[in-house]
Every structure is written in C-alpha cells, then in structure tokens.
C-alpha cells in the first residue's frame, strides 16, 4: 500500500472513531423518554397486578374499551413481561431516541403498541405490552439505513426470540408481529435517522 492509500484509510478510521464516541455520547446521554416509558411499564405492572380495582371503573365506562386497549401498551403482565418488555425498551429505545425527535420516538411505542393490541384482541388474546415490538421494528429501519444485511439478521433474531416465548400462541404472536411491521412502517414514515 502506497503512503496516500496509508493515509487515506488513517483518516476514515479517525473519523469512524470520532463517530462511534460521539454516538456512545449519544445513546447514553438522551435516555429521558426511555426511562420515563420503563417508568410506565413499572407502574404499569403494579397497578394490572396489585391495584386492578383502579381499572375497574374505567373499563366499565362507555369508552372502557378504547382505554383498555391504550393502557395495555404499558402493562406488561406478569413480572417476566416486565423483565422483557424493559429489556426491549431499555436496549433498542434508547438509540430510538438518540436518532429521533421525542413525539416521533412515542408515536412509534404508542402507535404500533395501540395497534398491536388490536389485532391480538381480534385473534383472542388479552392485551399487553407489545409496544417494545415496534421499538424493535423502527430499530431495525433505522439499522438498515446503515447495514441492511446487520438488519435483517436482527429481524431473524428478534423474531425467532419472540417464537419461542410467546409459546407459540398464535394471538401474541400476532401481535408481536403487528407491533414490529407498525413500528417499521411508523420509522419509515418519519424517516427516522436521517
């Protein structure tokens, strides 16, 4: 290799590392709205599991269903659901956030979560927290903008994970999948990281 050729590849290894602290910069130092939604799915948790008499006059209300199904995308069930569910958000929301705008970020967990919910009460199941999910899916649009091979092995991976532990129920995995296809379609959209 020539001397400029030595130079050339110094300097783009440079500015890749530049890149890389600055994004560990990011990812670490805009976490508000991601903590605040791991906030939710705790309080969440605590009212679906130790407080239930508090949603009982608002499911009974004339809008009870659409409040169900909005509040089901900050309760995660059990503690396992919890456990995953802030896994999720934690892990893959908090570069969400660092390339996105803060109502693009909670469109996407409010939005695919919403819809998510839905399509699982159509096919039987009861509402939880899948809004993670489409986390997911805007993590994987904007992962692809960078490496599309990267982003599809994710897509495998996640989707495999979310097989296995949703015991093969076709209602969560109806949803699961809703909420990463909404997610990505929502990422899309917004052109999230760009």
């Not at 967990?109 to 939880?128: D, E």
């Not at 379609?185 to 999230?192: K, Q, Y």
């Amino acid at each position: 290799m020539d001397r400029e050729t030595k130079k050339f590849w110094r300097q783009r290894r440079n500015e890749m590392l530049k890149r890389d602290r600055r994004e560990r910069g990011r990812f670490t130092g805009g976490t508000t709205i991601t903590k605040a939604l791991l906030g939710l799915l705790v309080l969440g948790f605590v009212v679906q599991n130790f407080l239930p008499g508090i949603l009982v006059p608002l499911s009974s209300s004339s809008i009870g269903l659409a409040i169900d199904i909005v509040l089901s995308t900050i309760m995660p069930g059990g503690l396992l659901g919890l456990l995953f569910a802030g896994l999720f958000v934690w892990i893959i929301g908090t570069p969400i956030e660092a390339v996105s705008r803060p109502w693009q970020y909670l469109a996407i967990f409010f939005g695919s979560g919403i819809v998510a919910n839905i399509v699982m009460l159509r096919f039987g199941g009861a509402g939880s927290a899948l809004a993670a999910f489409g986390l997911a899916g805007a993590y994987v649009y904007s992962m692809s903008r960078i490496n599309q091979r990267g982003a599809a092995q994710w897509a495998l991976i996640l989707l495999g994970i979310n097989v296995v532990l949703s015991g093969f129920h076709v209602a969560i995995l109806a949803g699961e999948l809703t909420a990463f296809i909404v997610g990505l379609a929502l990422a899309s959209l917004m052109r999230i990281g760009t």
